[in-house]
């Protein structure tokens, strides 16, 4: 008896509703620019582990979508902040690793999006905060057959004092690969130097 009462009181709200209410479908896009903007609000109030928490939904959300890179490039922003507070504390271990974590972030981002020249260099901040700057050079050297490395080798060679060959590195790749949106960003990098 009991069920029938709550059946029909069940009946007779659903029929009240009108026909014309539409239910709006969740915009995955919006939401996450939404998390992604509040982590960005975290990083300016150096809440680093709520920004993280707000990139890792963010990226969750929509995580096939071009903007993602830049949630996974501002997750590794954060960890990079991670690792440094750690290692201004003299925690090394902890330092290292949230700097492998943002490696990881900025792989992801680029993997996404590889014609973010801040991309690239966020990632090599994340090798010398790793203390790998040496072997990750050796690592992209090999690498030939992207010819994206390059970039990140340079990179590698400017954080190892060694601007001219920096240059001449980014040099080629932006004469090899004239009509790339991330040459632009390359010459104007290169003509600031």
Do not use: W
Request: aromatic letters at 12%.
């Amino acid at each position: 008896m009991f069920y029938k009462k709550i059946i029909l009181i069940l009946s007779i709200f659903l029929l009240t509703i009108p026909v014309s209410a539409k239910i709006n479908p969740i915009n995955a896009e919006k939401n996450a620019q939404s998390r992604n903007n509040s982590g960005v609000e975290y990083m300016q109030e150096k809440d680093y582990l709520a920004a993280i928490k707000e990139f890792k939904i963010a990226i969750a959300i929509n995580p096939n979508h071009q903007t993602s890179a830049i949630y996974h490039n501002n997750l590794g922003r954060a960890y990079i902040e991670m690792a440094k507070v750690y290692k201004e504390y003299k925690m090394p271990k902890q330092s290292i690793e949230f700097a492998h974590f943002a490696e990881i972030s900025f792989e992801n981002a680029i993997n996404q999006d590889c014609m973010q020249l801040n991309f690239y260099k966020n990632l090599v901040e994340s090798f010398e905060l790793q203390n790998i700057l040496a072997s990750k050079r050796k690592e992209y050297l090999k690498k030939t057959e992207n010819p994206f490395n390059s970039i990140i080798v340079a990179f590698i060679e400017e954080k190892m004092g060694n601007k001219t060959t920096m240059q001449i590195i980014l040099d080629d790749f932006i004469a090899q690969y004239p009509d790339l949106i991330i040459t632009i960003s390359l010459k104007n990098f290169l003509s600031q130097q």
